[in-house]
């Protein structure tokens, strides 16, 4: 079975699990420590205790080490596969949205933002495809209170064939809802590694979509809930698991008030897995970031400026 990552209101779920690959013969380009790879606690905080609500109180996850990363044998980018692709799937920008029953307006920051991100994000070359209406890949599978929703599962399915030949992972963007499971009321997303496929639903960023109060400052919190969705999910393809010691952009994200929380940042155990996946000099990827958080207007990352001697020299 494969290991399934969800995150969305009301239910999510992370259930079964990847083929378990043989733990890899250590070499002497992988450290045999544990400890993280930065330590700065005015640069990475802690989570809270669990509180009576919220995702960690629904569900009791065990995390993942940087070693317990290693033992899944994470797939690594190669030179015929290390693209990131964004599919917009439906109007992206400003998005007048009609379902079944209800019409409601989503608003997104510009694909080729999000492209930006990524590629300094995870160090790999990210394209944005033409975008395609959603009737023209995908019918509903239900629909909920007014919404129209469809079933990730089976639309990785129906978009697995539009995936191209040199990606490490495309991600789907759409502005209508989407869920893993029956008793789930919709989902901010989905993501899976070993195929390689992801789909951030950017519906419910503006909290009118599901009937709430809409905050005053919604406008300017919206770009940083879609980069944060994003992100997020496309970590997921690299096969990073929900974060359950750190404040880090893997956290399980239960409702607005969760995602809001949520820094973009990654934690030491996650920014140590992608360091493995892709070398590179994190004080450099740092200030790349934050020249483009810049032009975003996004928060500013955590600076770590050393190199301690346990750092992966591959």
């Known amino acids: 079975m494969r290991r399934f990552f969800v995150v969305g209101s009301v239910w999510f779920a992370a259930c079964a699990a990847d083929p378990a690959p043989t733990r890899p013969a250590r070499d002497s380009a992988q ?29 009791d996850e065990p995390g993942q080490s940087y070693l317990d990363y290693l033992g899944t044998v994470p797939r ?17 920008g400003t998005a007048f949205v009609v379902d079944a029953e209800v019409t409601y307006i989503v608003r997104t920051p510009p694909p080729e933002q999000m492209a ?3 590629t300094v994000y995870f160090g790999l070359p990210t394209e ?6 959603v009737g023209s890949v995908i019918e509903p599978d239900r629909i909920r209170q007014g919404h129209e929703q469809f079933r990730a599962q089976r ?6 064939p539009l995936v191209p030949d040199d990606a490490y992972s495309m991600t789907t963007l759409m502005v209508q809802d989407v869920f893993f499971d029956d008793a789930q009321a919709w989902g901010y997303g989905f993501g899976q590694h070993r195929e390689g496929q992801a789909v951030v639903s950017f519906a419910r960023i503006d909290p009118v979509v599901s009937g709430l109060a809409r905050e005053p400052d919604v406008l300017e919190r919206i770009p940083l809930r879609a980069f944060t969705l994003l992100v997020h999910e496309v970590g997921h393809t690299f096969g990073f698991e929900h974060c359950t010691e750190h404040r880090c952009v893997m956290n399980g994200m239960e409702d607005l008030a969760e995602l809001d929380a949520t820094p973009l940042h990654l934690c030491p155990q996650c920014l140590r897995k992608l360091l493995y996946l892709r070398p590179t000099d994190p004080a450099a990827r740092y200030r790349a970031l934050s020249a483009l958080y810049g032009t975003l207007d996004l928060e500013t990352p955590p600076t770590v400026d050393r190199r301690p001697p346990s750092f992966p020299r591959t």
């Open 128 to 133: 944005v495809l033409p975008q395609l209406e």
């Open 116 to 118: 930006d991100l990524l």
């Open 31 to 59: 450290p045999v420590t544990a400890d993280p790879l930065f330590e700065d606690p005015a640069a990475f905080d802690l989570l809270p205790p669990v509180g009576p609500t919220g995702w960690r109180a629904r569900f």
């Open 155 to 160: 639309l990785f399915e129906a978009t697995a």
């Open 76 to 92: 690594r980018p190669a030179p015929d596969a290390e693209h990131l692709y964004l599919l917009p799937l439906g109007e992206m």
